[in-house]
């Protein structure tokens, strides 16, 4: 049995961005991000199947261009048996 996972991320080499508001990341650091799916997926079995650039943004309003990333993660999980 396997469990999937989609992240979907914009990237950028410069700094996070987080929306005041929502609280959401708007963008952020690919090397932070490189942690939190190295924590979060990686090292609880999870191994990437593909990564895919959707689409690439330009630099503006000061900051560099940002490139939205899709990751497609696999971990094999164990089927548990039931006793009938």
Do not use: C, H, W
């Not at 992240?7 to 939190?36: H, W």
């Amino acid at each position: 049995m396997q469990d999937y996972k989609f992240v979907l991320r914009t990237l950028v080499a410069g700094e996070t961005v987080i929306d005041r508001q929502s609280g959401q990341i708007v963008v952020q650091n690919a090397s932070e991000f490189m942690s939190y799916l190295n924590e979060q997926y990686l090292s609880q079995g999870y191994k990437v199947l593909s990564v895919e650039t959707l689409r690439t943004l330009p630099a503006e309003n000061g900051m560099s261009v940002r490139y939205e990333r899709a990751y497609d993660l696999v971990k094999e999980i164990e089927e548990k048996v039931r006793a009938k």
